[in-house]
């Protein structure tokens, strides 16, 4: 899986299909979607026009509580639009009673191939506990919001020792956090950008993530973090940040 992906919340039409071809330009393999983006049909138009094989994008979309009862056809309606056989990883978007039978239906979509991995979003460590306790396919991701200004290193430490990529999400705090003084000096510092950083550090944690992006100048920058890398005394000022500051709520 590469570890940054395109983000698509909140862009659709004409615009996610423009991003996602900026992206695929720009050397992004991973697109994020959800059905609750209402964008997978561009998503796969942008795909499927675009020169880079399908075999080597890594799609992943999820599926919405309120499908459950019938999450196998959610899955069907989700790959319709993306125009693909698979999805490379299907996540639960968020825990909901009755999540285990959901789990278990697409257990069979992954033992036949339709989903490549299955994974998680928004877990806690109680529903990660819940879910390994009857889960045959564990889940191989958890998506859960992180940047350095909501920070639960308990519950990373908890996926990460059950084996469970932790991905980050809204890892630019939607942008509101950007221009935090600390983050903005070791930018400066790293001649880097302030959104740079932010996604840096959440590699250095052993994450993954997906900042979303509809410009080219912001496509093109946040792929553009391999380059580098954050030393232990500037990861610990970051980390200071966290005050469970939430970009969504
Ligand atoms: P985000 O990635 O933290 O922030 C996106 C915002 O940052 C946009 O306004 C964007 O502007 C701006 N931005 C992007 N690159 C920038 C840069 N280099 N410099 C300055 N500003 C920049 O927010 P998010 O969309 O909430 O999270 C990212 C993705 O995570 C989502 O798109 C979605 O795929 C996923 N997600 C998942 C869940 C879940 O429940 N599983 C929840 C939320 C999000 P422009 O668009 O103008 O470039």
Redesign the pocket.
Known sequence: MPAV???????SGSAVEE?VFLALEAGYRRI???KL?QNEREIGDAIRASDVPRKDIFITT?LWPTDFINAEWALEESLDKLQTDYVDLY?I??PFVGKGRAWKALENSHADGRIRALGV??YSIKHINELLKNAKVKPAVN???C?PFFYRKDLIDHCMANDIVVEA???????QK?NDPVVVEIARKYDK????IMIRWALEHSMTT??????K???E??IAVFDFSIDPADMASLDTLNKNYR??A
């Open positions: 992906g395109l983000g698509t919340y909140q862009i991003a994020d979607t959800a983006y999820k996540l978007h968020w979003s928004n998506q859960i919001e940047s999400y809204s890892p630019l705090t939607r942008g950007i950008s302030p959104a740079q997906v900042p979303k992006a509809a410009s100048a912001h496509i920058e946040n970009a969504g």
